[in-house]
């Protein structure tokens, strides 16, 4: 039988003590998905979860991939915060697969419910703490009842990983409207924003419809990575990898238009900030144009 509620175990064969299991993946999704693959056949959910992006065990190191499956304190332990190796835990590397993850994707979709693959990518993408253990102990408890594991409320991981969706949600729909693109002087549109959640590939997506005959760049400022779009294609790269920005000379002139606009629409007998923090939090102005 699976051992869902029960955290492996494995004997230290000196000692005769039991050993924390450990695994360490990526960092990308389909890391992440080979590490389900390898708890859905070694049946033993591990005690604990890290990426290799924080994970330092000396010299070892994993390589990252291009994450390209897409349509991503209740007493969980930090998956991808930084973790200080100990003698109490067996470590196990888990090399991303492309083909296993693709298999795990495709058997969700199936067994459980491609809804339910959609709340395990966006649960990923929250990157909030324990996510990874808790998304697991849900994939497996999904493959055992089916689609009625994500209607469960009452287990902690399933509430934990419908949760992490609705924060993904929630930040997605107001940076779809809150966005501000300038027009760089290479005629290229640029939007710096600093999201709390890993949503950059989701606003691509949806600005690859809405301004589709455009070049454009989402420049995610606090993980330092961007996503450029041209010729109805759209990659994920290295902030590094952009070239100096230089502003259009009529920018300015363009922003102070816009913000001339903002403040003749407003009614200053009907301003209140109470209610504009609630759908405009402050962490959301910072490249406003209008703030």
């Known amino acids: 039988m699976w051992r869902n509620e029960e955290s492996a175990k494995v004997l230290n064969k000196e000692s005769g003590e039991a050993l924390m299991l450990h695994y360490i993946y990526d960092g990308s999704f389909s890391g992440f998905l080979t590490l389900v693959h390898h708890v859905l056949s070694e ?36 998956g991808s915060k930084c973790y200080q190796p100990d003698l109490f835990s067996q470590e196990v590397m888990i090399a991303a697969d492309r083909d ?50 994500y209607r469960d409320w009452t287990d902690p991981d399933t509430a934990l990983v419908r949760r992490a969706e609705k924060r993904v949600n929630r930040e997605l729909h107001r ?54 779009y041209a010729d109805r294609e759209w990659l994920e790269i290295p902030a590094e990898m952009l070239e100096k920005l230089k502003f259009a000379g009529d920018e300015e002139e363009y922003q102070r238009l816009w913000i001339r606009f903002f403040e003749s629409i407003s009614i200053k007998e009907r301003k209140n900030l109470k209610t504009q923090a609630s759908f405009m939090p402050k962490k959301c102005r910072e490249f406003l144009i209008e703030k």
């Open 43 to 78: 049946k033993k959910v591990p005690d604990r979860i890290s990426s290799s992006d924080s994970y330092q065990p000396g010299s070892e190191s994993c390589q990252s991939e291009n994450n390209k499956y897409q349509s991503f304190s209740d007493g969980y332990q930090s």
């Open 100 to 149: 296993k993850a693709g298999r795990v994707i495709e058997a969700i979709r199936e067994k459980i419910s491609r809804k339910c693959y959609q709340t395990v990518y966006r649960c990923f993408l929250s990157e909030i703490d324990g996510f990874e253990r808790a998304t697991v102990k849900f994939i497996c408890r999904g493959f055992q009842s089916g689609e009625g594991a």
């Open 175 to 228: 940076y779809q409207g809150l966005l501000r693109f300038r027009m760089l002087e290479s005629e290229i549109l640029y939007a710096p924003y600093r999201p709390e959640h890993n949503i950059s590939g989701l606003l691509a997506r949806h600005f690859s419809k809405r301004l589709a005959a455009e070049r454009w760049i989402i420049h995610d400022k606090g993980r330092n990575t961007a996503v450029i």
